[in-house]
């Protein structure tokens, strides 16, 4: 099956910095959304990137679909942004909502 | 809306015992899903379901059964309870192929349940 990898698997800032979170997946993808799980355990939908950029606000993220890797950047960081973050991929014929994580990467904003 | 509804939050069962965890959504979605995450290894696809009526394995579905009488509701049972089955629980549900534009493939998660089993 597909496979989804992502870096860098922990990462801690100080408040105001900026960062990138990469994800790679080894074939193609017909869905592939950015996940947070905040420190309380709920999972919130960043972003649905099959391929493209798109923003919202201080988070933007770039999917190179022909590359098979998406990039998550996270500007001006702040203590709420900390949490786990995911990539989950779908592959296959019917996008079916049948997603693939990865295993995370984990955020520390400090103040 | 309330979204995606998932009870009991917590839940503690011993070895062989039987539960549902239950999952509804009000959002009238077509697809449904239900995840275990584990410490250090994401979120795993147990079961999901495409609509009333269909429901297919996921990659982890082994001492899980799953049925889908309604649309809004998809609970997920445990046969007999065993410790590799202490996780946490999340259902999902995406609206499908009858939702509209690109808001047809955002994936709602519930709260989870936190599953123990000794």
């Known amino acids: ?111 | 809306n309330a979204g995606v509804t998932q009870t009991p939050k917590f839940q503690v069962l011993k070895t062989g015992q039987s539960m549902t965890l239950q999952c509804a959504q009000d959002m009238n979605h077509e697809y449904m899903s239900w995840y275990r995450q584990d410490p250090g290894m994401g979120l795993r696809l147990i079961h999901y379901s495409v609509g009333a009526g269909i429901t297919d394995q996921g990659e982890v579905p082994n001492g899980y059964n799953v049925s889908r009488s309604t649309t809004e509701d998809f609970p997920l049972r445990l046969l007999s309870a065993a410790p590799s089955q202490t996780s946490v629980y999340f259902c999902a549900s995406r609206a499908g192929t009858s939702g509209g534009g690109l808001a047809k493939n955002i994936q709602y998660f519930g709260a989870g349940t936190r599953l123990s089993v000794l």
């Open chain 1, 1 to 111: 099956g597909i496979q989804v990898e992502q870096s860098p698997p922990d990462l801690i800032l100080q408040e105001g910095a900026n960062s990138t979170l990469r994800c790679n997946f080894s074939d193609s993808v017909n869905n592939l959304q950015w996940f947070h799980q905040n420190p309380w355990g709920q999972l919130i939908n960043l972003f649905y990137i099959p391929s493209g950029t798109k923003q919202n606000g201080r988070l933007s993220a770039t999917t190179v679909a022909t590359e098979r890797y998406s990039l998550l950047y996270i500007s001006s960081s702040q203590t709420t942004d900390s949490g786990v973050y995911f990539c989950a991929v779908h592959h296959g014929s019917s996008n079916t909502g049948k997603l693939i994580f990865g295993q995370g990467t984990t955020l520390q904003v400090k103040p």
